[in-house]
């Protein structure tokens, strides 16, 4: 199995033309600021897609791209999985935008906070609360006990179980008919 080649922002941005991008963040992230010309297929929507990204593969390579390069490397170690090549982007759009390259955004779409900042919230919301909650009744300090070592786990590993729970909320999911139109898009 290959490894997903990874291109940094000033790489990227001369070869972007090359490229069909895909944005694998939830549609309010990607409304928030994306690569100009990427398409929306959050991660976990992945699979559904793999016919459209093979199709659009066979065209020409693919830039699967995220904030900050940890979700689009897991879509590329995906995509390699089920025969597909793809790139990823070094630092994702954060990096892409410190490097001072253009993003397009939504006007009209309300932008959710980022992934990563919904989760500091609700981590810290738990904490405090358990915390709250256990000056009166003990047993509750075991949910921030519990929510500390799950963001220690996910530190270790590299993953997020509370960031998947938050893609599901409804302003981090794509509306249907935005994910179908996008895979026709891409598939043509």
Not at 83 to 108: K, N
Request: proline share 6%.
């Amino acid at each position: 199995m290959h490894t997903a080649t990874a291109l940094h922002p000033a790489q990227a941005a001369e070869e972007l033309h090359h490229y069909t991008v895909i944005d694998v963040r939830t549609p309010g992230e990607y409304a928030s600021g994306r690569l100009p010309g990427a398409h929306n297929i959050p991660l976990d929507h992945l699979d559904i897609a793999l016919p459209a990204l093979k199709a659009a593969a066979v065209r020409g390579p693919l830039l699967m791209v995220c904030a900050s390069g940890n979700r689009s490397t897991t879509a590329c170690e995906r995509l390699t999985a089920a025969g597909i090549p793809a790139a990823t982007l070094t630092g994702g759009t954060t990096a892409w935008i410190q490097h001072g390259h253009p993003v397009h955004r939504d006007g009209t779409t309300k932008a959710a906070w980022p992934m990563e900042r919904q989760v500091r919230l609700a981590a810290g919301s738990l904490v405090v609360t358990g915390l709250a909650l256990g000056t009166r009744y003990r047993p509750a300090r075991w949910l921030s006990a519990a929510i500390g070592g799950g963001l220690v786990f996910s530190a270790l590993t590299d993953t997020c179980g509370m960031a998947m729970l938050l893609a599901k909320l409804p302003h981090n999911r794509p509306r249907t008919t935005d994910l179908d139109a996008t895979l026709d898009t891409i598939s043509r």
